[in-house]
């Protein structure tokens, strides 16, 4: 892994922008903006993560409640009258290789008392999750939980006195599902409080995985995604993303190739050997089509590693609007005017290499020449008014919005805006984080 050195950038993304800052040249730098300053700040964090001597990072980041939702079926809502919510999820408590999801945590407050739920997909039955660290004086106390299993969901609930409060805490799990959940407070007091009731005001039907019956909710077999499709859907991903890919092919120096390695109900994986070497595999779910990818390279990583690259296959089954056509692509490698840090091999790397699929924008860096995705943000509008001269409309996770558009006088730069609004461009322009092609492709 490349360690990187950051570079102190004076001021936010403010005077570096390579060629970019000649485009037009009416365009002024306005400062900072909410969305460069989190590209900046992720980048940081990034580095942070891959230098060794700096110490441990936050394992949490911060999600929407639609993700995690999207991480964990059967997930908790808020109670009734819970304020400052907020979701996080560690992909670091998480175990994909033994089928252990991400940990999932709400902080929030209800009645003027802090509460820490967390829920986690494929933790075993006995596993702690809460985090808390106590002599319990009470229990585990046997319950049974209204609501959550149909009314028939068992739990425990635990209470520690000592001289800073009260602390506490009620576990269940759903052994239909595999999935461990906690619930726990910190007060002064608790005499007399019931956490089973909160606990039980958590349950939400509206996070149901399944409704109906089981006959209603069988996959047909012609909705499934076959190893044929499955092939084909990771082919037309693979040639999107890396435009030169068919060229490589087509000259033969190095191999290239895909196949199935494995299929079965649960999952079908393809492999992919790049001509760089790397076996990277994609881990398909055959029935909703979410792919999550894992990378191994000989001679240097030990072992397959999950990447944060993850797609929908439907998406690029022939015929669909992100493998044809008809829906404009921002094709090849771009990167950010700004410079981000300096390599081991003294070369000064952008803050980001940047990849467009059809509904997100990659923001990445290189590792043994290939792009990997750190964090993207998801596409709102991409129009191509005419060959070559883009639009794209994106939005972040924390809702900050911002457009890239085709120079006027360069087809091979980007120009940033902080804003999806044209009539504030003037003053929502950054140079530093607009982008540029790339050589590296």
Not at 45 to 74: F, H, L, Q, Y
Not at 217 to 230: K, L, S, V, Y
Not at 308 to 313: L, Q
Request: with cysteine; net charge negative.
């Amino acid at each position: 892994m490349i360690r990187h050195r950051i570079i102190v950038l004076t001021g936010v993304l403010m005077m570096i922008t390579v060629s970019i800052t000649g485009c037009k040249g009416i365009k002024k730098e306005t400062g900072s903006s909410s969305v460069v300053e989190s590209m900046e700040e992720k980048a940081t964090e990034t580095a942070s993560k891959e230098e060794p001597d700096v110490g441990m990072g936050n394992p949490w980041e911060e999600i929407t409640e639609d993700e995690a939702k999207k991480s964990c079926v059967r997930l908790f809502k808020a109670p009734d009258g819970a304020k400052d919510q907020e979701w996080t999820k560690s992909e670091a408590l998480g175990d994909p290789k033994n089928e252990t999801g991400p940990m999932i945590q709400l902080n929030f407050k209800l009645d003027g008392m802090d509460f820490t739920a967390r829920a986690q997909y494929g933790a075993a039955e006995d596993a702690d999750i809460s985090g808390i660290y106590a002599d319990w004086t009470e229990g585990p106390d046997d319950v049974i939980l209204a609501n959550w299993g149909g009314g028939n969901m068992s739990g425990k609930t635990y209470r520690s006195v000592d001289d800073l409060g009260y602390t506490d805490l009620i576990t269940w799990y759903d052994i239909e599902i595999g999935i461990k959940y906690s619930l726990s407070v910190t007060a002064d007091d608790l005499a007399g409080f019931d956490i089973q009731a909160v606990a039980e005001q958590m349950y939400s039907p509206e996070n149901e995985p399944y409704t109906g019956s089981e006959e209603d909710q069988e996959t047909p077999a012609g909705d499934r995604i076959t190893d044929e499709e499955a092939l084909s859907a990771v082919k037309n991903y693979c040639h999107e993303n890396n435009p030169d890919l068919e060229r490589i092919e087509e000259e033969g120096k190095y191999p290239v190739y895909w196949d199935i390695e494995s299929s079965d109900e649960k999952e079908i994986v393809v492999l992919f050997r790049s001509y760089t070497g790397a076996q990277i595999r994609y881990h398909i779910n055959p029935e909703s089509g979410d792919t999550y990818v894992a990378e191994f390279v000989p001679g240097i990583t030990s072992e397959e590693e999950k990447t944060d690259e993850s797609f929908n296959v439907r998406d690029y089954l022939s015929g669909n609007d992100a493998s044809s056509n008809n829906k404009p692509s921002v094709k090849g490698t771009w990167e950010t005017g700004s410079i981000g840090y300096e390599a081991d091999d003294g070369t000064v790397q952008p803050l980001y290499y940047v990849k467009f699929t059809d509904s997100e924008i990659n923001y990445g860096h290189l590792k043994e020449g290939e792009f990997v995705s750190e964090y993207s943000d998801k596409i709102s509008l991409i129009e191509e008014p005419e060959e070559g001269r883009y639009k794209v409309q994106a939005e972040t996770s924390n809702g900050g919005k911002y457009t890239y558009q085709t120079c006027e006088t360069d087809k091979d730069t980007l120009e940033f805006f902080d804003t999806w609004d044209e009539k504030e461009f003037p003053e929502k322009y950054s140079g530093g984080a607009s982008l540029s092609r790339s050589n590296y492709q």
